[in-house]
């Protein structure tokens, strides 16, 4: 095991993406773009041209899936890379210089920038283009080898032979390293050479800069607020050609203009949906990264969302030089990278915000953070997820007095509450671009919901449908009759309560659709499902390929991520012009409708709350595209008076979740709170719980107990755990430590519930660990809360249990499932020897993983176990985020050192459980398994290939692919090459500073 492996550290696969960085930073490939980048402006010059071309609205279409975090070591990925680099290699030695400088030229130059005059580009891409037009020509110091090693150097130091052998020989390895060190070194100190025209155009840049920077220093009540709100006009220019947004609404310019943003205030703005309250946080974002050089902290509710976003902004921070860094999925690294010449964005989940910032606690470095901006503030009374969201907010609040928090939300009842707990101001406003009429449907008849009405609706119109006999039987609700009102020319979307009755209902509504929907965008429909066929190696869902032909489909979390990914395109784009969803559409992502039609006021058994009904009817109205939209909800009789309340009730209120859970959340703050040395004494610790939402809440959250005394029991919990201990310091104080097992728990992200199980199933491990196969590592990180998620079919159990090897049986026996307690089981037969269910269950789990380790195929192992093939997908993303937590939790446990090295590796499998070389194309947000594949057999191969591809040609040669999305993915790959090559610039620097303490006479 190589030292270095201990730097895998929680989702991000720290050595190996160094690794990589180096393999690829070796690469001409590298030398290409690292002859545009230089310490002023490490940008990768391509996008700066490309972008400017792009004419899409960015974001607001995409899609649920899985991260990926890094490259692996792999040596087939190596070997792929080392053919990357002979054949450009061999295409430089074949070409003239220019030839060659045409294929590496700024692919992004689409048509509409082919003629632009090359002086009004920025200076990073002129330097670009005559490093790669002038190979031959040295940059002004004369050394041979600066920025473009290869180009100018392509030197005898690699023998062909052995590349294709894969084998590189150390010692070229090495030069490798030594050359880009140089490389960086010259880089650094490379004088710009750029025309007058560039630099008189970044001067005037630049003073737009220093003068927004001033007016952030010298604000005054007026108010004087540079260009565009204290920022370069060039931000104003972006927002338009990349976002198609030409002026700010009234409220938004209001917004951004108050005293509270001026001078810094916490600040909760809340306005209903679709109002646009992403850009004036955006804004905000922009002037903390730009003129006061602070990180910036976006904290989103949904992987997503996070996705969604990083694509969104990429094309941005590659314009106005900053970084997005993605922290969802298994995103994300812990500390943060270092950036010295750079403000980074740090775009997060809930949860990953939270590590993020506790990271930065330990490392002293909080205070870089400027700026937090919470989407959907109100996710903070959501469950545990809520609790996570008050614990991060509240250590910042008591950590950090130089950041400012902003939160967004729609309306709230109770904003007074969550002002006392940020200490913000709030800003509210009714505005929403595109009308929302909500309607009910009752019988054949249709009313408008109407609050100030006493009967709460008034009656609208009677729905006009000539049904058959049995056609009013099987859709006694008339949906067919109101949807296809819409479609196919609008879209519509119907929430339904549980997946099945989305299936059935889409499978329902097309036997009776007219054949002429089949002929609407046929080909397109035929090119959806031929893609949803590759997607599943081969199967298709029948479900799917029955409603598609007309332009239905289903959506919920039972869909692989590719499926909804390939669903959601399609809709967005018209293919598709019915979507029946569960509630879960209507969080995460941005797909709205002409008409939503709620099929009935029920998430499952129960009844719809106020912001689950307000998320979904927020759907409709596509801005820009209708001049209104509408909901309807379909009520039985007996449904009546509780839905009047859910319509006409005033605004939800949102509650502290820390005692959620038998006080989980309450529990694991206080744990943080001593593990990372924030609190070390009981006063400390009640300190701080002041600062909380709780505390503002606690007469109405916790009636019975003071806060006073739910701390102090939570701390007497913690100490019956093991996991914090009093000791007493030199004044006899008593002082508050974290164990070692409090320790790893905090450190692993480990639920407190079931931290002592963990320990001691993985210190029965050791006693006995099955090591010539997964199954037993495999079982050790099957996460216990999916446990409960899924019960076993005993006869797959049996069937599953006999193909095992006997030493794997035995292993099986030995957690405490035997051979005849599933036989018994598969025989339906009574078992009187009782067993732990749990156990059982979750050994059934761990054979899914098992199988899919072996297998690789979702489809077979989905049918293979009788479950979909989503849940089998979220199992496998589960166990590999679980894996990282136990590999974290062993860390810091000396008993388990065993592990660790186990850990990573098994961690590896579970995360890439895709062939090995997708996974560089993967790294990127937003591609998934599916559209790396296309990409990979259309030759773009690396990050490398994805970053300089020219988005016609992309567009021409992968199938479904929309422009706006070529864009997208162009622009994200360049963000994290930038990313990559300054982390490794940073390295670099680092290593060839002069220590300030060096030993002198
Ligand atoms: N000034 C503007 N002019 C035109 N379109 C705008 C403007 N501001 C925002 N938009 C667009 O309006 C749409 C909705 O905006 P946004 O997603 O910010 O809404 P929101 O208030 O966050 O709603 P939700 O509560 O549903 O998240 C987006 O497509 C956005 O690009
Ligand atoms: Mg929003």
Not at 277 to 289: D, S
Not at 361 to 388: K, P, Q, W, Y
Not at 442 to 452: A, G, L, N
Not at 479 to 487: F, G
């Amino acid at each position: 095991m190589s030292p270095h492996n201990k730097k895998v550290v929680g989702s991000g696969l720290v050595w190996v993406r160094w690794h990589f960085c180096l393999e690829f930073a070796c690469s001409p490939m590298f030398a290409r773009v690292s002859s545009g980048l230089s310490l002023g402006s490490p940008v990768s010059p391509t996008v700066q041209r490309g972008v400017l071309s792009v004419k899409w609205c960015c974001s607001d279409n995409e899609d649920l899936f899985e991260g990926y975090d890094s490259i692996v070591a792999d040596s087939s990925f190596l070997a792929k890379l080392e053919d990357v680099e002979l054949q450009t290699r061999q295409c430089y030695d074949q070409q003239t210089p220019n030839a060659c400088a045409d294929d590496l030229s700024d692919s992004m130059l689409a048509e509409d920038f082919r003629d632009s005059s090359p002086r009004a580009l920025p200076s990073s891409q002129l330097e670009f283009q005559k490093a790669i037009t002038m190979p031959h020509k040295s940059p002004s110091r004369g050394a041979p080898s600066s920025s473009t090693p290869y180009l100018m150097n392509p030197g005898p130091a690699v023998n062909h032979a052995d590349l294709s052998v894969h084998k590189p020989h150390p010692k070229a390895r090495r030069s490798m390293k030594d050359h880009l060190k140089k490389v960086l070194m010259d880089n650094a100190a490379t004088a710009s050479t750029v025309s007058k025209m560039v630099q008189q155009k970044e001067a005037v840049m630049n003073e737009e800069m220093s003068f927004a920077m001033q007016a952030m220093e010298s604000i005054t009540s007026e108010g004087d607020l540079g260009p565009f709100f204290g920022l370069p006009s060039k931000v104003k220019d972006l927002i338009f050609r990349l976002k198609g947004i030409q002026d700010l609404y009234e409220w938004q310019k209001t917004c951004l203009s108050l005293d509270s943003i001026q001078q810094r205030r916490n600040l909760i703005y809340s306005l209903p949906t679709s109002g646009g309250k992403t850009l004036v946080a955006e804004i905000l974002i922009f002037k903390e990264l730009l003129c006061r050089k602070k990180d910036a902290l976006l904290i989103l509710p949904y992987i997503s969302l996070v996705q969604e976003k990083v694509r969104g902004l990429s094309s941005f921070g590659i314009e106005l030089d900053f970084l997005v860094e993605e922290y969802a999925g298994s995103k994300g690294k812990f500390p943060p990278v270092k950036r010295r010449n750079k403000n980074s964005l740090y775009i997060t989940t809930i949860e990953k915000g939270h590590s993020l910032v506790n990271s930065l606690i330990e490392n002293d470095r909080l205070d870089n953070i400027g700026l937090v901006v919470v989407d959907e503030l109100h996710m903070l009374g959501d469950g545990s997820r809520g609790a996570i969201l008050e614990m991060t907010l509240s250590k910042i609040l008591y950590m950090s007095k130089s950041t400012q928090v902003i939160g967004m939300s729609a309306t709230l009842g109770n904003v007074k509450d969550l002002q006392s707990f940020l200490r913000a101001e709030n800003y509210t406003n009714n505005f929403r671009p595109v009308e929302l009429k909500e309607y009910v449907k009752i019988k054949d008849s249709i009313y408008e919901v109407d609050p100030k009405e006493e009967a709460c609706f008034t009656f609208s119109r009677l729905l006009n449908f000539k049904y058959s006999s049995g056609m009013q039987k099987m859709d006694p609700d008339h949906i067919i009759a109101l949807a296809t009102e819409v479609i196919p020319q609008q879209s519509c979307l119907i929430f339904c309560a549980t997946k099945k009755n989305c299936e059935n209902l889409a499978g329902m509504i097309c036997k009776y659709l007219n054949k002429e929907f089949i002929k609407h965008k046929e080909a397109e429909k035929a090119t959806l499902l031929g893609e949803l066929k590759s997607s599943g190696n081969g199967s298709l869902c029948p479900v799917l390929q029955k409603t598609i032909p007309f332009g239905l489909a289903y959506h919920h979390s039972g869909l692989t991520s590719d499926e909804r990914k390939l669903v959601e395109e399609a809709y967005s784009s018209g293919v598709l012009s019915l979507l029946t969803c569960t509630s879960t559409l209507a969080a995460g992502i941005n797909l709205p409708a002409r008409r939503v039609i709620l099929r009935s006021p029920y998430v499952a058994a129960d009844f719809l709350k106020r912001s689950q009904y307000k998320q979904m009817v927020g759907r409709a109205g596509r801005a820009g595209i209708d001049a209104m939209g509408e909901s309807i909800l379909i009520l039985q009789d007996k449904d009546i008076n509780t839905a009047k309340n859910l319509l006409c009730a005033p605004m939800e209120k949102c509650y502290s979740n820390l005692l959620h859970d038998g006080g989980r959340g309450l529990l694991s703050l206080i744990l943080s709170l001593i593990g990372l040395k924030i609190t070390t004494t009981v006063e400390q610790v009640k300190d701080l719980m002041k600062g909380t939402l709780l505390s503002v809440q606690e007469a109405q959250v916790s009636p019975e107990k003071s806060l006073w005394d739910l701390t102090v029991e939570s701390i007497q919990t913690l100490k019956q755990k093991n996991l914090i201990e009093v000791s007493s310091d030199e004044n006899n104080q008593n002082i508050l430590q974290i164990t070692r097992l409090g320790r790893a728990t905090y450190k692993g992200s480990v639920d407190l519930s079931y931290c002592d199980v963990l320990y001691r199933d993985l210190s029965k491990g050791l006693e006995g660990l099955l090591l010539n196969s997964f199954l037993h590592l495999v079982y050790l990180v099957t996460p216990y809360d999916m446990v409960h998620q899924c019960k076993p079919d005993w006869m797959i159990y049996f069937r599953q249990f006999t193909n095992l090897s006997a030493a794997e049986q035995k292993m099986a026996t030995t957690v405490g499932v035997p051979e005849s307690f599933v036989a018994r089981k598969a025989a339906g037969q009574s078992v009187r020897k009782s067993v732990d269910v749990v156990v059982v269950n979750r050994l059934y789990l761990a054979l899914v993983l098992f199988s899919l380790l072996k297998e690789t195929n979702l489809w077979i192992v989905s049918e293979r176990f009788q479950l979909t093939r989503g849940f089998v997908q979220t199992l496998l993303s589960s166990a590999s985020a679980f894996g990282s937590s136990v590999l974290h939790f062993t860390e810091e446990l000396e008993e388990f050192w065993a592990y660790k090295a186990l850990l990573s590796e098994l961690t590896r499998r579970l995360t890439y459980c895709v062939q090995a070389e997708l996974i560089p194309l993967m790294e990127v947000s937003g591609v998934l398994e599916h559209r790396a594949k296309q990409l990979y057999s259309a030759g773009y191969k690396t990050l490398a290939h994805l970053a300089n591809a020219d988005p016609q040609t992309l567009v021409q040669t992968i199938e479904n692919l929309f422009k706006k999305q070529a864009y997208q993915i162009i622009a994200s790959a360049k963000m994290l090459l930038t990313e990559k090559a300054e982390a490794l610039q940073e390295e670099v620097d680092d290593l060839l500073m002069l220590p300030l303490d060096l030993p002198s006479l």
